[in-house]
C-alpha cells in the first residue's frame, strides 16, 4: 500500500487555520490520555442476580471500598475490572479479614483486552484486585434482603408547632459487609418521607398546597420534619435498594396540622386630594382620617384570629376578632396593632405601626378662576389631619357664596351657577385636628380674572 502526501499550498488562509488544527489535535490527544488514565485506575461493574443488574451503592471512603454491589440472588453473578493492562491484576476473595484473602481460581477469571472479569460470584464476600506493583482495589458482595415496612406515628418530642417527630419500624433488610481492613458494616438504606404541606405565595396572597419529601438513612434514631401547615398523608416509600428491586413497600398515616402561620397584610385606603399634605400613598403613615384594610391570611389550621390596638402611652386598647379588619385612625401618633392567630396547640402574630401626623391648615388669599385654566382655579385650603370641618364663603354684604364640610373641595367662584365679579370675598373656617387642635380661620379672598 502506498500512502502519497500531497504538499498544501502555504496560503495566509491556510496558515491563520493551522493553530485551530493544532488546538484540535491537542484535544483529541488529551481525551485519548484521560481514557488510558482511567483504564489504568481501575473500575468496578457487575451483573447477574435476578434482571442482571446489581444495586450500586457507594461506601464512605474510610472503609476502603470502591463498591459495594446488591444483588438479588447470585446467579451468573459476575465482578469485572477495567484496566489498561488486565493480566496485571489477579483477584483475591475473603469473607471478614482481608488478611485471610485466598486467590480465585484462574478458571473463574476471564480476560479481554481492557477487562478482568471473575465468574460465579460468591454472595456476602469481598473482592479485591492487586496489580504487580502493589497496586489494590476493593469491593464487596451482598445479597439484597427486602426491608418490610411495619409502622410509623408521630412522637411527642420536641415543638409540635415547629417539627413533626415520627418514629418508623421495619423488619429485615440488614446487610453487613466488611471494610478493607476487616471492620464490620452495616449497608445503609435510605428512606424517602413524602407528605404535603401548604407554603405561602406572595403573587396570589394565598397558601398553596406544595408536596414535600426528606431522605433519612437510619430506623434507629427518630426522624424529624417541619411541622406541615396542613391535614396530610404522611408516608414512607419504598428505600432505594428495594424500588431497585420493584418492590414499593411502604406505610403511611393521617396527620391533623397543628402548626399555624400567618402572612398578614395591610392595604391603606388612598387619598387622592391634591390640597392634602401629607396624605397616604399606600404606606402606613399618612394624614388622618387614615383607613387601613388588615388581613391575617391565616393558614389551615388556625381557629381563631384576634386583633389589638394600642396607641403606646395610653391606657386604652381596642379588640376585634375575625380574619379581616378594617380601622381608621384619627388621632396624631403612633400606633401597634398587632394581630394573633391560634389554635389549641399553637400561636403567631405579626405587628403593624401605622403613624397619623398632626394636623395642619391655611388658607390662600387669592385664586383665579377664570384667567389661568387648570391653575389656581379655586379657593381651596391646604390642609393635613383634618378631622371635621365647616367654611362659608360670603360678600361684602354678607350674603353666602359658597358653604362646604369637606376640606378637598373648594369655591370655585360661582354662585347659583354663574360667575361672580372680581373682587374681595371674606372666608370664615373652623376645624378641629388630629391631635385636638381647633382652628378658626378668618381672612379675606381676591378672586382675580
Known amino acids: 500500500m502506498y500512502v502519497i502526501f500531497q504538499e498544501e499550498n502555504v496560503s495566509l488562509r491556510g496558515f491563520l487555520r493551522r493553530p485551530e488544527r493544532r488546538m484540535r489535535r491537542f484535544i483529541g490527544v488529551f481525551f485519548i490520555l484521560v481514557q488510558v488514565a482511567g483504564l489504568a485506575h481501575g473500575q468496578f461493574s457487575a451483573t447477574g442476580g435476578t434482571g442482571n443488574a446489581p444495586f450500586v451503592y457507594t461506601p464512605?471512603?474510610?472503609?476502603?471500598?470502591?463498591?459495594?454491589?446488591?444483588?438479588?440472588?447470585?446467579?451468573?453473578?459476575t465482578l469485572s475490572f477495567d484496566a489498561a493492562d488486565p493480566s496485571d491484576w489477579t483477584w483475591y476473595r475473603y469473607t471478614q479479614d482481608p488478611n485471610a484473602a485466598v486467590t480465585v481460581n484462574a478458571g473463574e477469571v476471564e480476560m479481554t483486552a481492557s477487562r478482568t472479569t471473575v465468574k460465579h460470584v460468591q454472595p456476602d464476600a469481598g473482592y479485591f484486585v492487586k496489580s504487580s506493583g502493589g497496586d489494590i482495589h476493593f469491593v464487596y458482595v451482598v445479597i439484597w434482603k427486602p426491608l418490610v415496612y411495619s409502622s410509623i406515628e408521630s412522637v411527642d418530642e420536641g415543638d409540635a408547632c415547629s417539627e413533626l417527630t415520627l418514629h418508623v419500624s421495619a423488619s429485615g433488610g440488614d446487610m453487613t459487609y466488611y471494610t478493607s481492613t476487616g471492620l464490620k458494616r452495616t449497608?445503609?438504606?435510605v428512606h424517602t418521607l413524602q407528605w404535603t404541606s401548604r407554603e405561602w405565595d406572595e403573587p396570589s396572597t394565598s397558601y398553596i398546597d406544595v408536596p414535600k419529601n426528606m431522605t433519612f438513612r437510619s430506623l434507629d434514631s427518630y426522624w424529624s420534619i417541619p411541622a406541615p401547615l396542613s391535614d396530610t398523608q404522611v408516608k414512607v416509600v419504598g428505600d432505594a435498594i428495594n424500588s431497585w428491586f420493584g418492590v414499593n413497600d411502604s406505610v403511611s398515616m393521617p396527620y391533623v396540622a397543628k402548626a399555624v402561620?400567618?402572612?398578614?397584610?395591610?392595604?391603606?385606603?388612598?387619598?387622592?386630594?391634591?390640597?392634602?399634605?401629607?396624605?397616604?400613598?399606600?404606606e402606613l403613615?399618612?394624614?388622618?382620617?387614615?383607613?387601613?384594610?388588615?388581613?391575617?391570611?391565616?393558614?389551615?389550621?388556625?381557629?381563631?384570629?384576634?386583633?389589638?390596638?394600642?396607641?403606646?402611652?395610653?391606657?386604652?386598647?381596642?379588640?376585634?376578632?375575625?380574619e379581616e379588619l378594617e380601622y381608621t385612625f384619627k388621632e396624631s401618633g403612633r400606633y401597634d396593632v398587632k394581630v394573633y392567630v391560634s389554635n389549641a396547640y399553637c400561636k403567631d402574630s405579626a405587628v403593624f405601626s401605622p403613624q397619623v401626623y398632626e394636623s395642619m391648615l391655611d388658607c390662600p388669599n387669592f385664586f383665579t378662576p377664570?384667567?389661568?385654566?387648570?391653575?389656581?382655579d379655586e379657593f381651596k385650603v391646604v390642609y393635613k389631619s383634618i378631622l371635621t370641618f365647616k367654611g362659608v364663603i360670603v360678600d361684602r354684604w354678607g350674603v353666602i357664596m359658597f358653604e362646604w364640610t369637606d376640606p378637598s373641595q373648594g369655591w370655585n367662584g360661582t354662585y347659583k351657577g354663574k360667575a361672580v365679579k372680581p373682587g374681595v370675598y371674606f372666608y370664615n373656617i373652623e376645624a378641629k385636628g388630629s391631635d385636638g387642635r381647633a382652628y378658626h380661620k378668618k381672612g379675606d379672598i381676591n378672586l382675580l380674572e
Open 285 to 322: 403613615v399618612g394624614s388622618a382620617p387614615l383607613t387601613v384594610t388588615f388581613n391575617s391570611h391565616p393558614s389551615a389550621a388556625v381557629t381563631l384570629v384576634e386583633w389589638k390596638v394600642v396607641k403606646p402611652g395610653t391606657t386604652g386598647t381596642a379588640y376585634f376578632t375575625g
Open 261 to 282: 402561620e400567618i402572612n398578614a397584610k395591610a392595604t391603606v385606603e388612598v387619598h387622592q386630594h391634591t390640597n392634602e399634605s401629607g396624605a397616604s400613598t399606600g
Open 60 to 77: 464512605s471512603s474510610n472503609t476502603g471500598l470502591d463498591k459495594v454491589f446488591v444483588y438479588n440472588g447470585n446467579v451468573l453473578a
Open 370 to 376: 377664570r384667567s389661568s385654566p387648570g391653575e389656581n
Open 187 to 189: 449497608l445503609e438504606r
